[in-house]
């Protein structure tokens, strides 16, 4: 346990380090920078030296880019670990983090499978299954029926034995008397 302890510690500590090395590096490049760019260029100066001196500001810029990449790189590290917290090792603390993971998730689960259940009864019917008319819609809730069955099957059966008196649409071109 408290080599485990000792571990943390070095990590926190080489990560502080690898930023105090960052940050000279950095400074190392921003004022070999300087001292390029401000080097004079005389009449007596050949495109040699010229292109030697771009070279060497072209490296100092890479140079530059580089650590600034590797503090950023460096600081996202440490913010990780001071918000998240020292990483663990693979299976270390899964039990914990499932049992919390549960814990949020089941009444979240329990109100969805509650409202699911509100909505098939609604849907289904007081009979337990879903029902249609012999038209093929659905039932109307009770109490909303105008007639009574019985009236509703004769009429439908006297209009079907009788089709010659429904009316006729008028043809084309006629005028309705």
Do not use: F
């Not at 000279?24 to 390029?36: C, F, G, K, P, R």
């Not at 005389?42 to 140079?63: H, K, M």
């Not at 790189?73 to 899964?94: F, N, P």
Request: with cysteine; hydrophobic share 35%.
């Amino acid at each position: 346990m408290a080599a485990a302890a000792d571990s943390k510690s070095d990590q926190y500590v080489d990560l502080l380090d690898r930023e105090s090395q960052l940050i000279a590096q950095y400074m190392q490049h921003a004022s070999a920078l300087v001292m390029a760019a401000t080097s004079r260029v005389s009449n007596r100066s050949t495109i040699g030296e010229a292109a030697a001196n771009r070279l060497r500001i072209d490296s100092e810029v890479a140079g530059l880019v580089r650590t600034a990449e590797n503090i950023c790189t460096l600081t996202r590290r440490i913010r990780e670990l001071w918000i998240v917290g020292a990483l663990r090792a693979s299976g270390e603390g899964d039990a914990e983090a499932e049992s919390r993971i549960r814990e949020g998730v089941e009444p979240l689960v329990a109100q969805l499978e509650a409202m699911q259940g509100e909505r098939r009864q609604r849907d289904l019917g007081k009979y337990g299954t879903y029902q249609k008319t012999p038209s093929g819609g659905p039932v109307p809730p009770a109490g909303a029926q105008s007639q009574p069955q019985s009236q509703s099957q004769s009429q439908s059966q006297s209009t079907a034995r009788a089709p010659s008196a429904q009316a006729q649409p008028p043809a084309t071109g006629e005028q309705p008397s």
